[in-house]
């Protein structure tokens, strides 16, 4: 490049690639020239480029920038200008939640930011400087609702910016909020929490079914009051803890009128407490912890006792009433009284009836018709019947009537006295009713008149007194048995010793010097009726009877005395059943087909071995002369009997 500077008539020639400057007679100024820089739009202050020629000054201001580029010699000088470009900051292009409100220009005057996301703003440069146009994305960000454990779908709250979609899913729940333009999404999520339904926490009488939760999944209930059960969350969603309270509440019992103080239907919910008070009566059915309680009441009713409805000889004064505060009795029968309850209890109305009720004579025995004493209470009819006789006890209304009864005296029937062979069952009352026939070696019975007399005592004998010998010997047996001796027996003129000692069945301490002991005697009862021996005598007496049984035969002639002892279970004791009175019976040897009925045997008998005895029989006819034998029924009561030819 040349440049041509021509000053006056002096000129110089500057070649720009020979550095040579040509001169003529002086020196020629030279003008600055501003550098590259100058004009130029910057985004900072020049530092180089700033002069062409001349000499650069500093650069002053903040944009635009000057500078003086200086002349040498008398040379003019250039001014130099860069504009400020404007520029983005480090906000643009990025991707925000919200408005950006600083790092929005590195350069030039930056503009207020627009719209809502994305958002935009320009740097401005000075002067001629370029301004830039500066951008910044919206991101979409989740809300509060994001990762919350909830009861139910989130409506609210999904995004915190950007643009919400729909909620899908039915716990856990997902949504996007999606950012504008280049905008960044958000992948948002809320979980389904468990929460309790109206039930929690409510007071109920029994457990609850329903109403359990709001949301989540129920568990069983558990627990007899309060209750308790869980709702549980899904995935990572909260479970809620739920309790219903027991609530105390009064049974069937409660508000009932009763007779006595209630011991069941207390309480149909909660812990029953004590019943007080002796009517009304009131106790408390507990809840559980925060359950509420009852208060439970029971009224006294009054209720009749046992004389109501019943038929009286006379006024009651007792058993009116088996609940319930007793008026005074009114009437002179029927009679009528008040069992009034407590408060709100009832009151029961009773009546007594009088009723009729026979008197003392009623039930007893007499020679004849009662006259007197027939009623204790009631109007008497006449008397019927002529033994028993019978007559009536008429109430009053609804009251009863008493059937009354007086009975003739109980007399032995024609088995009474009698000596039979067997137990009699027939002929034991001429009037009264029989009693079981009772015993073995004598019968005996009663025959009452009425139930409440002693009746008449009667007894029959048998014909045969079977004899234990082993305990006329003295030997022991399981049970007392008839025994019978002997007590002396004479042939004609042959008196035969009395050598066997027995015990005294009468009295155990004395001993007895008999003839014979019996095995059994039988008699039939009548005067002239033969009375047949089988007993046991000792060696000395089975020789004599011997001697006579195989000589002459015995004389015809007899003199004996006999006793038969029964036991008196009831007196504990013996006692004579039959026997001579302790007088010789006189008689005579019977006879059958010519010969005597006389016997001995020769042989020792076995029953007894110690002492020595041998069964000896024989059977006596009466003699022609007035005799007695006797025949009793217990220690203090026997009869005679006549024995003997009758002339």
Same mark, same amino acid.
């Given at each position: 490049?040349?440049?041509?500077?021509?000053?006056?008539?002096?000129?110089?020639?500057?070649?720009?690639?020979?550095?040579?400057?040509?001169?003529?007679?002086?020196?020629?100024?030279?003008?600055?020239?501003?550098?590259?820089?100058?004009?130029?739009?910057?985004?900072?202050?020049?530092?180089?480029?700033?002069?062409?020629?001349?000499?650069?000054?500093?650069?002053?201001?903040?944009?635009?920038?000057?500078?003086?580029?200086?002349?040498?010699?008398?040379?003019?000088?250039?001014?130099?200008?860069?504009?400020?470009?404007?520029?983005?900051?480090?906000?643009?292009?990025?991707?925000?939640?919200?408005?950006?409100?600083?790092?929005?220009?590195?350069?030039?005057?930056?503009?207020?930011?627009?719209?809502?996301?994305?958002?935009?703003?320009?740097?401005?440069?000075?002067?001629?400087?370029?301004?830039?146009?500066?951008?910044?994305?919206?991101?979409?960000?989740?809300?509060?609702? !994001?990762?919350?454990?909830?009861?139910?779908?989130?409506?609210?709250?999904?995004?915190?910016?950007?643009?919400?979609?729909?909620?899908?899913?039915?716990?856990?729940?997902?949504?996007?909020?999606?950012?504008?333009?280049?905008?960044?999404?958000?992948?948002?999520?809320?979980?389904?929490?468990?929460?309790?339904?109206?039930?929690?926490?409510?007071?109920?009488?029994?457990?609850?079914?329903?109403?359990?939760?709001?949301?989540?999944?129920?568990? !069983?209930?558990?627990?007899?009051?309060?209750?308790?059960?869980?709702?549980?969350?899904?995935? !990572?969603?909260?479970?809620?803890?739920?309790?219903?309270?027991?609530?105390?509440?009064?049974?069937?019992?409660?508000?009932?009128?009763?007779?006595?103080?209630?011991?069941?239907?207390?309480?149909?919910?909660?812990?029953?407490?004590?019943?007080?008070?002796?009517?009304?009566?009131?106790?408390?059915?507990?809840?559980?912890?925060?359950?509420?309680?009852?208060?439970?009441?029971?009224? *006294?009713?009054?209720?009749?006792?046992?004389?109501?409805?019943?038929?009286?000889?006379?006024?009651?004064?007792?058993?009116?009433?088996?609940?319930?505060?007793?008026?005074?009795?009114?009437?002179?029968?029927?009679?009528?009284?008040?069992?009034?309850?407590?408060?709100?209890?009832?009151?029961?109305?009773?009546?007594?009836?009088?009723?009729?009720?026979?008197?003392?004579?009623?039930?007893?025995?007499?020679?004849?018709?009662?006259?007197?004493?027939?009623?204790?209470?009631?109007?008497?009819?006449?008397?019927?019947?002529?033994?028993?006789?019978?007559?009536?006890?008429?109430?009053?209304?609804?009251?009863?009537?008493?059937?009354?009864?007086?009975?003739?005296?109980?007399?032995?029937?024609?088995?009474?006295?009698?000596?039979?062979?067997?137990?009699?069952?027939?002929?034991?009352?001429?009037?009264?009713?029989?009693?079981?026939?009772?015993?073995?070696?004598?019968?005996?019975?009663?025959?009452?008149?009425?139930?409440?007399?002693?009746?008449?005592?009667?007894?029959?004998?048998?014909?045969?007194?079977?004899?234990?010998?082993?305990?006329?010997?003295?030997?022991?047996?399981?049970?007392?048995?008839?025994?019978?001796?002997?007590?002396? *027996?004479?042939?004609?003129?042959?008196?035969?010793?009395?050598?066997?000692?027995?015990?005294?069945?009468?009295?155990?301490?004395?001993?007895?010097?008999?003839?014979?002991?019996?095995?059994?005697?039988?008699?039939?009862?009548?005067?002239?009726?033969?009375? !047949?021996?089988?007993?046991?005598?000792?060696?000395?007496?089975?020789?004599?009877?011997?001697?006579?049984?195989?000589?002459?035969?015995?004389?015809?002639?007899?003199?004996?005395?006999?006793?038969?002892?029964?036991?008196?279970?009831?007196?504990?004791?013996?006692?004579?059943?039959?026997?001579?009175?302790?007088?010789?019976?006189?008689?005579?040897?019977?006879?059958?087909?010519?010969?005597?009925?006389?016997?001995?045997?020769?042989?020792?008998?076995?029953?007894?071995?110690?002492?020595?005895?041998?069964?000896?029989?024989?059977?006596?006819?009466?003699?022609?002369?007035?005799?007695?034998?006797?025949?009793?029924?217990?220690?203090?009561?026997?009869?005679?009997?006549?024995?003997? *030819?009758?002339?």
């Amino acid at each position: 490049m040349k440049r041509l500077f021509v000053f006056g008539k002096h000129f110089c020639v500057l070649l720009l690639i020979v550095p040579l400057l040509a001169c003529g007679e002086s020196e020629i100024p030279s003008s600055a020239v501003c550098g590259s820089a100058d004009g130029r739009v910057l985004s900072a202050a020049p530092t180089s480029d700033l002069c062409d020629s001349g000499t650069e000054s500093d650069v002053s201001g903040e944009g635009p920038w000057n500078w003086t580029c200086q002349g040498s010699d008398d040379g003019t000088s250039a001014e130099c200008t860069a504009h400020l470009a404007g520029s983005c900051g480090a906000a643009d292009g990025q991707t925000l939640y919200e408005a950006p409100t600083s790092g929005l220009c590195n350069t030039g005057t930056e503009s207020d930011v627009t719209d809502e996301g994305p958002w935009s703003w320009t740097c401005e440069g000075s002067d001629d400087g370029t301004s830039a146009e500066c951008t910044a994305h919206l991101a979409g960000s989740c809300g509060y609702a !994001d990762g919350r454990a909830l009861p139910a779908e989130p409506t609210s709250g999904l995004c915190d910016s950007g643009t919400e979609s729909d909620v899908s899913g039915e716990g856990p729940w997902s949504w996007t909020c999606e950012g504008s333009d280049d905008g960044t999404s958000a992948e948002c999520t809320a979980h389904l929490a468990g929460s309790c339904g109206a039930a929690d926490g409510q007071t109920l009488y029994e457990a609850p079914t329903s109403e359990l939760c709001d949301s989540g999944t129920e568990s !069983d209930v558990s627990g007899e009051g309060p209750w308790s059960w869980t709702c549980e969350g899904s995935d !990572d969603g909260t479970s809620a803890e739920c309790t219903v309270h027991l609530a105390g509440s009064c049974g069937a019992a409660d508000g009932q009128t009763l007779y006595e103080a209630p011991t069941s239907e207390l309480c149909d919910s909660g812990t029953e407490s004590d019943v007080s008070d002796e009517g009304p009566w009131s106790w408390t059915c507990d809840g559980s912890d925060d359950g509420t309680s009852a208060e439970c009441t029971a009224h *006294l009713a009054g209720s009749c006792g046992y004389a109501d409805g019943r038929a009286l000889p006379a006024e009651p004064t007792s058993g009116l009433c088996d609940s319930g505060t007793e008026s005074d009795v009114s009437g002179e029968g029927p009679w009528s009284w008040t069992c009034d309850g407590s408060d709100d209890g009832t009151s029961a109305n009773c009546t007594a009836h009088l009723a009729g009720s026979c008197g003392v004579a009623d039930g007893n025995t007499f020679d004849e018709a009662p006259t007197s004493d027939l009623c204790e209470s009631g109007t008497e009819s006449d008397i019927s019947g002529e033994g028993p006789w019978s007559w009536t006890c008429d109430g009053s209304d609804d009251g009863t009537s008493a059937d009354c009864t007086a009975y003739p005296p109980g007399e032995c029937g024609w088995a009474h006295g009698q000596m039979l062979a067997d137990q009699p069952t027939f002929d034991l009352c001429n009037s009264g009713t029989a009693g079981a026939v009772s015993g073995d070696g004598v019968w005996t019975w009663t025959c009452h008149g009425s139930p409440n007399d002693n009746g008449a005592a009667c007894a029959a004998w048998p014909t045969t007194f079977e004899c234990s010998v082993q305990q006329g010997f003295g030997l022991q047996g399981e049970s007392p048995l008839l025994i019978g001796f002997i007590n002396g *027996l004479k042939f004609g003129f042959e008196d035969l010793p009395s050598d066997l000692v027995v015990a005294d069945p009468e009295n155990a301490d004395e001993s007895l010097n008999v003839v014979a002991v019996l095995s059994s005697i039988h008699w039939d009862g009548e005067y002239n009726d033969p009375i !047949d021996f089988d007993a046991r005598v000792s060696t000395q007496n089975k020789n004599t009877l011997a001697g006579f049984y195989f000589g002459m035969g015995p004389p015809d002639d007899v003199q004996f005395e006999f006793t038969v002892y029964a036991y008196d279970a009831e007196q504990d004791q013996y006692f004579r059943v039959l026997h001579t009175g302790g007088e010789q019976l006189f008689g005579m040897i019977a006879k059958a087909g010519g010969e005597l009925l006389f016997s001995v045997d020769l042989e020792q008998a076995t029953e007894v071995l110690s002492p020595d005895n041998y069964a000896f029989q024989m059977s006596v006819m009466p003699d022609a002369q007035d005799m007695d034998i006797f025949t009793g029924s217990s220690a203090t009561h026997e009869i005679s009997r006549d024995w003997g *030819l009758d002339f």
